[in-house]
């Protein structure tokens, strides 16, 4: 048998799954708890399917390994825990899509929003990380 050149063929070649795969009894870590909460559970199952497809090559070409550092960073260490609170944006989103529905209301809702908003601006919160959080000085540029 030739020499592996990729992960999925090294795992291919040792009777194992693809490293990957959700589907194969794969166990996630990460998040504060020490694993990820949606991994087992059967209403996040079209998370798992869209993991398992990135994972399969259907976005890269048939490369499986183009996006492994990327879902395995999602799913074995997920410091941003997005994956942890999956079920959560797509509870909110439903209400969103809800809202939406309701011109009358999302109208409403939008207009409030904007005037309960104050004195936000990026530039006026960016000097402000830099005074109070990062302790930087602005460098001359030009």
């Known amino acids: 048998m030739a020499t592996p050149r990729t992960r999925a063929q090294a795992f291919a070649a040792l009777g194992s799954s693809h490293p990957g795969s959700l589907s194969n009894g794969w166990k996630a870590r990460g998040s504060r708890t020490g694993r990820w909460p949606a991994c087992g559970r059967p209403d996040v199952f079209e998370l798992r399917e869209a993991i398992d497809l ?12 183009l996006f492994l550092p990327l879902t395995d960073n999602l799913v074995h260490h997920d410091p941003f ?9 797509i509870d909110c989103q439903r209400e969103v899509d809800h809202a939406w529905r309701d011109a009358d209301h999302w109208c409403r809702m939008s207009i409030l929003n904007v005037a309960r908003m104050g004195k936000f601006s990026s530039d006026r919160s960016i000097r402000d990380y830099c005074d109070r959080i990062w302790k930087v000085e602005p460098v001359p540029v030009g």
């Open 54 to 65: 990135i994972n399969s090559g259907h976005f890269s070409r048939v490369d499986r390994d």
């Open 81 to 89: 825990l997005l994956l942890a609170d999956y079920q959560s944006y």
